[in-house]
C-alpha cells in the first residue's frame, strides 16, 4: 500500500549552485539575508552529506519529515554515476518524504522524464511531489499558446503509468508573481493542464537574491492564512546548506547533528 501520511517537518536542502537557467528575480540560491551562507558557483552537496541528513530526519522519533530538494537546478545534481532520482529513492527508503523542485528543463525530453519517474516508481512506493517553477521570468512556457513542453512530456509520461501509480505522481507548478495583477499564468492554460490533475498555485516575489534588484515589482505580501501549529520545543522545519541547517538566515545547527536540535524529542 502507498505511503499517503502527512508530513510533521519540512527540511529544505539546496543540493548545488548550478542552474541551466538565469531568472533575473532568482531567489533560490540565497538564504534569506544571510550573508555567510556559502551557495556560491561550484557549491554542490555531496552523496554523503545527502545520505547524512536522510539519516538525521529519520532519526528523530514520532516524525516524519518532507526533504524539499532545490538547487539550483536539482536535476543538474551528479556524483559518480548517482543523480537526483538516486537522491529521492534512498529519502524514499529511509521513511523521508521526498520533494523536489525544478526549471521543468529536464523533463521536456521524453525519454529523461520517463526513465526518471520510471526508476522511482520501480524502487519505492511513497508519493513523489514535482514542483515545477513557471512564470515571466523563467520563460519556460510558450506564452502565446499558454503551453509548456514539460508539463506536456510530464503528463504524458504519468498518464502512461497505471491508475495505481499515477496517484503517487503530482504535479504543482509554483507561479512567481508580482504587483501586476495580470502576472500569474493564463487561466486557459491553468484549465487545460488542471484537467490532467496538474495543480498551479500563486507565490509573491520575495525580496532576497537577484529579485532585490525588482522591487518596484514587488507584489503586497500575501496572507498565507494560520500557519501550522507544531507540538515540542524544535524547530518545525529548517533548511540545509553544506553542512549547516539554517532557520531562515540564522545558522541553527550542524548536519549529522540534528537530534541537538531537539533535546525533548518532537
Ligand atoms: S529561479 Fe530557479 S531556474 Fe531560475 S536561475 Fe534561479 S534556480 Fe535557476
Known sequence: ????????????????????????????????????????????????QVVTAIKDCASLKDSYWNMNYTGGEPTLWEEEGKDLADILI????????????????????????????YRYLNNTDTPLKTFISMDKFHKNYDQEKGRAKSLDTIAKVIAAFPDNKRDLLPVHVIIIVTKDPNSSLPEEMKKHYGAMGITFGDFPML???????????????????????????????????????????????????MLDLYPDGV
Not at 508530513?7 to 540560491?29: A, D, Q, R
Request: net charge neutral.
Open 1 to 48: 500500500m502507498s505511503n499517503q501520511r502527512m508530513p510533521t517537518h519540512v527540511m529544505g536542502v539546496s543540493l548545488l549552485y548550478k542552474c541551466n537557467f538565469s531568472c533575473e528575480h532568482c531567489g533560490y540560491i540565497y538564504i534569506g539575508d544571510a550573508e555567510d551562507h556559502i551557495i556560491h558557483p561550484g557549491y554542490r552537496l555531496t552523496w554523503d
Open 207 to 257: 525580496n532576497i537574491g537577484k529579485a532585490k534588484k525588482l522591487s518596484d515589482q514587488m507584489p503586497e505580501p500575501f496572507d498565507f492564512g494560520p500557519m501550522r501549529q507544531k507540538k515540542g520545543n524544535g524547530p518545525p522545519g529548517m533548511v540545509l546548506v553544506g553542512d549547516d541547517y539554517y532557520l531562515g538566515s540564522k545558522k541553527i545547527g550542524k548536519l549529522g547533528h
Open 90 to 117: 534512498a529519502t524514499a527508503n529511509a521513511g523521508v518524504l521526498p520533494t523536489f523542485n525544478t526549471n521543468g528543463s529536464y523533463f521536456e525530453d521524453y525519454e529523461n522524464c520517463h526513465k526518471f519517474f
